[in-house]
């Protein structure tokens, strides 16, 4: 089972910018579709964006299409979230999780909570308004 930590949230200003980093840990990170996900207070995880293992496919959430951007860098075993002009309802608790099913190179649909396995503690990210 691959162990994730995340890092990199914080308070920011609407507009501003963050970049969000899952550190993984074991040799297998590299065989495994990676997903970022958010929950805010009261409201279900939702699903945010998602790369395969190679890091050629991405899918992104129509909210943040254009806004955010998924990358994985393998040989630092390390999943990123670039996340700019940040609005206040982009305010939650982001995930990184990584999918039950290795060698996943494409999604025919919204990637879901239950498709993932492993998952991070969470990085609060809060933007002002």
């Known amino acids: 089972q691959v162990q994730l930590v995340e890092s990199g949230g914080g308070l920011v200003q609407a507009g501003g910018s963050l970049r969000l980093s899952c550190a993984a840990s074991g040799r297998t990170f590299s065989i495994y579709a990676m997903g970022w996900f958010r929950q805010a207070p009261g409201k279900e995880r939702q699903f945010v964006a998602a790369?395969?293992?190679?890091?050629?496919?991405?899918y992104y959430a129509d909210s943040v299409k254009g806004q955010f951007t998924v990358s994985r860098d393998n040989a630092k075993n390390t999943v990123y979230l670039q996340m700019n002009s940040l609005k206040p309802e982009d305010t939650a608790v982001y995930y990184c999780?990584?999918?039950?099913?290795?060698?996943?190179?494409?999604?025919?649909?919204?990637?879901?909570?239950?498709?993932?396995?492993?998952w991070g503690q969470g990085t609060q990210v809060t933007v002002s308004s």
């Open positions: 790369i395969s293992t190679s890091g050629i496919s991405t």
């Open positions: 999780a990584a999918d039950r099913t290795p060698y996943r190179s494409s999604w025919l649909r919204s990637p879901a909570p239950g498709d993932f396995g492993s």
